[in-house]
């Protein structure tokens, strides 16, 4: 029922045009609530993990003879009239008697906006909310959700109402999380057994990283809660196993079922993706490059200024009293209007024939006048970029604003050294080259299939007699030949349920959940014996190796680059750690090369058990 109310907001719909008056529409509405000439329709909420049915979200519309065509314009005009409490009471009593009839699993969820839970007619005798009082439907077995409402409802009156409702027997959820702050605040109050999240934060879970991460962060919020979360609006696989293995409990949407009058059993996709034991394969970027979260905050030296009309003199006596003092700002009101940087001042003031008739003269005659200025808010690769295009010629100190106002003074020694420690910061994360995940992503995924007793394969890719392809053809087309490697292994694997990472050099590993995972390497076998012949000049092709020389300046001859594949399936309890599978596919790449050419092996002789303590 919930997004038919949210869909009533007064302004959206418009008035039915058989209405010939607002007062014949408030009329037609007080009967309609009265008799509940209404239909009710039942999407259901799974455990995503299991396939379990929780129960049914009511969804609430007008009935055929109605004079409303839709759900929204049904709910906007009992809004215009005062009568959004009315409606939803009436739809819930509908829900609950036709939920009964039909004999239907698990809890009823049943949506009210919190402004018509807290309504004076609710606490008046055996009569408020007279949906909990039917006896064919325990309320043990009822769900109320509130939605998401403009402005906060009168936080006592509602705690007044939501402690009656659970006296009744029903558990409450809220509604919405992430549509408004008035969910969130609702969820601080009142400590729902369910929360739902938004659609918005849904879409594209599996390959957006920002939904993931926020996901990830609100199911810890649930678990610190003893709160279980329901996700709206799932529309497909990918979103469903993405929040299955985030442990997101439930979800309802299309992908599930649609509401329906009479629902039907669970699709035999849904049965299928809940016994598949893969974990889905993780956004592959799952935290932004250092380098775009950090900000020239960061290097900003806070430096008291001094004004155009400050005397040379008085500027030399403060670099002579403070050594360390790479520059002067000089800030006319807030405004920054140059800087003195300490060596060229310093060399002029040496320079001068009549020091004490240069030291009388106002600063403004000795600063820069066009410093470069950067917003201190500014991402440190926005300023690394205007470096590289030469708007910053001189790198030793420049000037940091606040909103265009005077902040601080900054040095380009600090910010070589800190985009330094970024690149290799993000080199753990992705890799330059490839732009694919670097070790900490794949030891995160890897950590994470183990955790959860999935199994999967690892499959350690290396390319053989790489290193003389690299001396015979130059750097240039080596890198050319590591990412031809990179584009194959990706374009074999199941974006949906493998993981390709880049360890380093060419070396790649494969995580591979797809149960046709051993026709996918030999596949990428083919692939690249195939497109990496371009690579090779006419004479080293047709011939079959590539030609060198020793020390010496003797030819010598080297085999042309394959691909060398060696996997380890790993079933739950075979491997303690990321670690011990790394050791076991690197012992399987090494068997891989010893076959020669294009080649995958296998090892299906490690069984073990580990214990977990």
């Known amino acids: ?63 055929p003879d109605a004079p409303f065509s839709t759900a929204p314009d049904l709910f906007a005009s009992a809004a215009r009239h005062g009568l959004l409490g009315a409606l939803e009471m009436a739809g819930c009593t509908r829900a609950v008697a036709k939920f009964a009839k039909l004999g239907l699993r698990g809890k009823l969820l049943l949506g009210l906006s919190p402004s018509s839970i807290v309504e004076p007619e609710q606490f008046s005798g055996e009569g408020g909310f007279e949906f909990l009082h039917q006896r064919s439907l325990d309320p043990g077995r009822i769900v109320v959700q509130l939605a998401e409402q403009q402005g906060k409802p009168n936080l006592e009156r509602l705690c007044e109402a939501i402690m009656r409702v659970r006296s009744l027997g029903a558990d409450i959820a809220i509604g919405d999380l992430g549509e408004g702050l008035t969910s969130l605040w609702l969820w601080s109050e009142l400590r729902p057994q369910l929360v739902k999240i938004s659609v918005h934060f849904v879409t594209d879970v599996h390959r957006n990283p920002i939904r993931f991460q926020f996901l990830k962060a609100i199911q810890q919020i649930a678990d610190g809660c003893g709160s279980q979360l329901v996700a709206e609006g799932i529309a497909d696989k990918s979103e469903y196993a ?4 985030i442990g997101i409990a439930f979800g309802q949407g299309r992908f599930i079922a649609r509401a329906a009058a009479v629902p039907a059993p669970l699709k035999a996709e849904i049965l299928q993706l809940v016994r598949s034991h893969g ?8 935290r932004l490059a250092p380098a775009r979260r950090v900000t020239g905050e960061k290097l900003l030296i806070p430096t008291s200024p001094v004004t155009p009309d400050t005397a040379n003199e008085a500027v030399f006596r403060r670099f002579d009293a403070e050594p360390g003092l790479p520059a002067l700002p000089v800030v006319s009101g807030a405004r920054p209007v140059g800087l003195i940087g300490r060596n060229a001042f310093l060399s002029l003031f040496g320079r001068q024939g009549e020091r004490r008739d240069f030291g009388r003269l106002a600063c403004e005659h000795a600063m820069d006048r066009h410093p470069l200025q950067i917003e201190k808010r500014l991402p440190l690769h926005e300023i690394t970029e205007r470096v590289i295009r030469g708007e910053m010629k001189d790198l030793e100190c420049f000037l940091f604003t606040d909103e265009g106002g005077y902040a601080g003074i900054g040095l380009g020694q600090d910010l070589i050294r800190e985009v330094t420690l970024l690149q290799i910061e993000a080199a753990r994360y992705a890799n330059p080259l490839t732009l694919l995940p670097g070790n900490v992503p794949i030891d995160e995924h890897v950590a994470a299939l183990l955790e959860a007793g999935k199994p999967f394969v690892a499959a350690w890719c290396d390319l053989n007699h790489f290193k003389a392809f690299n001396d015979a053809y130059g750097y240039r087309r080596g890198d050319d030949m590591i990412r031809l490697a990179a584009r194959v292994l990706s374009g074999t694997c199941d974006r949906a349920a493998d993981f390709i990472g880049h360890i380093g050099g060419d070396d790649f590993l494969l995580v591979l ?37 020793d020390r010496a300046g003797k030819p010598v001859y080297s085999p042309l680059v394959t691909l060398a594949i060696g996997a380890v399936p790993a079933d739950p309890g075979c491997f303690a750690s990321h670690l011990e599978v790394a050791e076991a596919a690197t012992e399987a790449k090494r068997q891989a090369k010893r076959l020669g050419g294009n080649a995958l092996f296998v ?10 303590s």
Not at 242 to 245: E, G, N, S, T, Y
Not at 279 to 286: H, I, K
């Open 1 to 63: 029922m919930s997004p038919e109310a949210r869909a009533a907001a007064p302004s959206v719909s418009s008035r039915p045009e058989f209405l010939a008056s607002p007062e014949r529409e408030g009329e037609v509405l007080e009967r309609l609530c009265r008799e509940r000439k209404l239909e009710v329709h039942f999407q259901p909420v799974i455990r995503l993990a299991t396939g379990e049915i929780l129960g049914y979200e009511a969804r609430v519309r007008p009935a």
């Open 513 to 549: 959940a797809s149960e046709d995972w051993q026709a996918r390497c030999e596949r990428a076998l083919g692939c690249f014996a195939a497109e990496s012949r371009s690579l090779f000049d006419e004479e080293d092709r047709s011939r079959g190796s590539l030609k060198g020389e």
């Open 603 to 612: 090892e299906r002789r490690r069984k073990r058990s580990v214990t977990r």
């Open 279 to 286: 974990l889905c394969a993780l956004p592959q970027v799952l």
């Open 242 to 245: 993405a929040l299955r293995d």
